[in-house]
């Protein structure tokens, strides 16, 4: 079991920046791959970008450029610096978590992003 805890999220003008944070609890040692994920009202919920145990990562064509993400093995921790926000950035994300031999996937409680313009 896993247990994920979200922070950083706010509302900015379009051009301005944030950064997220999750921290997570449990059973670390069994984490692989970690990323966000974020949801808009009426939409489905949609990748934002992936990083794995060792580093490696992707993200959407939509961020690509913009928003980076980045992990602390040591303090559990994965980070997202989103920046040049743009007002279709604005959605509630959440951070997600895989464990090493399971199919399950835990989720974060989700923190609102809000940009103006």
């Known amino acids: 079991q896993v247990q994920l805890v979200e922070s950083g999220g706010g509302l900015v003008q379009a051009g301005e920046s944030l950064r997220l944070s999750c921290a997570a609890s449990?059973?670390?040692?069994?984490?692989?791959?970690m990323g966000w994920y974020r949801q808009a009202p009426g939409k489905r919920r949609e990748l934002v970008s992936l990083i794995t145990k060792g580093g490696s990562t992707n993200y959407a064509d939509a961020v690509k450029g913009r928003f980076t993400i980045s992990r602390d093995n040591a303090r559990n921790t994965v980070y997202l610096q989103m920046n040049s926000l743009k007002p279709e950035d604005t959605a509630v994300y959440y951070c997600n978590a895989n464990l090493a031999g399971s199919l399950s996937e835990y989720w974060g409680q989700g923190t609102q992003v809000t940009v103006s313009s």
């Open positions: 449990g059973s670390i040692f069994r984490l692989t791959v």
